[in-house]
């Protein structure tokens, strides 16, 4: 299974997939990386893996459609199975959600559909939610709305700082993304009308 992994930061959860794939536990390479900022550490990950790379300003385009569109030429050439958004901050045209349709997931730092969007740590903590934790799933054209397929749950302690709770779910996500991977990888997990099947059953 080629995987196409997109960056905009430290790329933690690209290097989990990195390593899961070297195991075996993924059957499958990451073919390529994009970011959209020089300066992701996420890139040095990737080279040091042997991984080609490419940065795409997209400051540099005079719109988000001409950003995605020229984002969707680069992944198109590395021919992918599945395209991993692994902290990319950039909101995704439908354009592209649509080219990429059943082969795009994204992991998120919430239990979706609860909190979607950002400072999701914040969010919990303010509320007072007893439960936190990080979701993959397929992406669709609303922001963080696309069907879930995973989900990693933690209990939030009794005044745990924000810091804390950031750790905690990433490192879960570390956990649920290359698991996600590892079942597509070995055909248990598929997208059919808009919803994960994963063996035989949908979720
Ligand atoms: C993660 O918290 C992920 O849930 C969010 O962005 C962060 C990326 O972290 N979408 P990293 O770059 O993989 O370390």
Not at 7 to 15: A, D, E, K
Not at 104 to 133: C, E, F, M, W
Request: proline fraction near 3%.
């Amino acid at each position: 299974m080629k995987i196409v992994v997109l960056i905009s930061g430290s790329g933690t959860n690209l290097q989990a997939i990195i390593d899961a794939c070297q195991s075996g536990y993924i059957a499958g390479q990451v073919v390529g990386v994009l970011s959209n900022k020089a300066d992701a550490y996420g890139l040095i990950r990737a080279q040091q893996a042997n991984i080609p790379t490419v940065t795409l300003n997209h400051n540099q385009f005079a719109s988000r459609q001409a950003f995605d569109c020229a984002m969707q030429k680069i992944i198109d050439a590395w021919q992918p199975d599945v395209v991993v958004l692994a902290g990319f901050m950039r909101i995704l045209t439908p354009a592209f959600v649509q080219h990429f349709e059943g082969k795009l997931i994204n992991i998120h730092p919430s239990l979706l559909p609860l909190y979607k969007g950002l400072h999701t740590h914040q969010r919990v903590l303010a509320t007072g939610d007893k439960l936190h934790g990080c979701s993959v799933h397929f992406v669709n054209a609303e922001l963080d709305g696309g069907a879930v397929i995973a989900q990693a749950v933690i209990a939030v302690a009794a005044n745990e700082a924000e810091q804390s709770l950031i750790q905690r779910v990433h490192k879960l996500e570390h956990v649920i993304y290359p698991l996600v991977l590892n079942w597509l990888s070995y055909g248990r997990l598929s997208y059919q009308q808009g919803l994960p099947v994963l063996d035989g059953q949908t979720l």
